[in-house]
């Protein structure tokens, strides 16, 4: 991901040294703060919360050809949606347009944008949460592959993120396939109030796998394979 100035930039080692304000906590809430709400909060039996990252002025990754994770994360957020409304499910997008949420004139834009996206959660009180994401490594463009986060404190969490990567890995022919992982500082599982990951899709520093994240037909098999774990996640829920 991109360097980007938030209000307190905090160093997260993701394959390495890389600054992600996109996905990382803005302000000082312990991890005690932000336990497993998934028992007590009630979400709508039919709500889905899919949440494009970055947007606006925040392109996110932007890979060597020149692919917009901003853009690319849109494009896969859409496809996911229009699968899981076929499946019954109402989704809502924290984001519809290229636009981040954030006013024109707001002094910390990237704050502002995070903060709506996660009120959008709590309003809409959906059953679960999913953040959609490219990936980077710049320190070697042989890394790829789709991952999948969750919060480190959240047992649904975990659950969701397990069945989310496993149908990756399987449904994608993964070659070497990862796990799921925890983290307590990525802001959108921090503060969310839903069970909530993120799927990083691919990795944009990757160039193979940054043409097939382009490609109609790959995006289209990411997203039924997210729309898989979803469905699977929620069979055993």
């Known amino acids: 991901m991109l360097l980007i100035l938030f209000a307190a930039a905090i160093f997260l080692p993701i394959y390495g040294a890389r600054w992600e304000a996109e996905k990382t906590a803005g302000n000082g809430t312990s991890e005690s703060e932000r336990s497993d709400t998934d028992a007590v909060i009630s979400g709508s039996a039919q709500k889905i919360v899919i949440d494009p ?136 599982l921090k503060r969310s109030v839903s069970t909530t990951v993120i799927v990083e899709c691919g990795f944009l520093t990757n160039p193979e796998e940054e043409a097939l994240l382009q490609e109609e037909t790959s995006q289209e098999q990411v997203a039924q394979a997210i729309c898989d774990g979803i469905l699977e996640y929620l069979k055993k829920r």
Do not use: W
């Open 53 to 188: 990252g970055h947007g606006g002025f925040d392109s996110g990754m932007v890979g060597a050809s020149g692919a917009s994770e901003k853009v690319l994360n849109l494009v896969f957020s859409k496809k996911l949606a229009s699968l899981l409304e076929s499946e019954g499910y109402e989704v809502v997008l924290t984001r519809t347009t290229e636009d981040g949420l954030y006013d024109a004139d707001a002094s910390n834009k990237k704050a502002q944008d995070m903060e709506r996206r996660v009120a959008i959660i709590a309003e809409e009180n959906p059953i679960l949460t999913v953040s959609i994401h490219q990936n980077s490594y710049p320190e070697d463009s042989s890394v790829r592959g789709p991952q999948v986060f969750y919060f480190e404190q959240s047992v649904e969490g975990e659950k969701l993120a397990a069945a989310i990567q496993e149908s990756l890995n399987t449904e994608l022919s993964i070659a070497r396939p990862r796990t799921q992982k925890g983290n307590t500082t990525y802001y959108i």
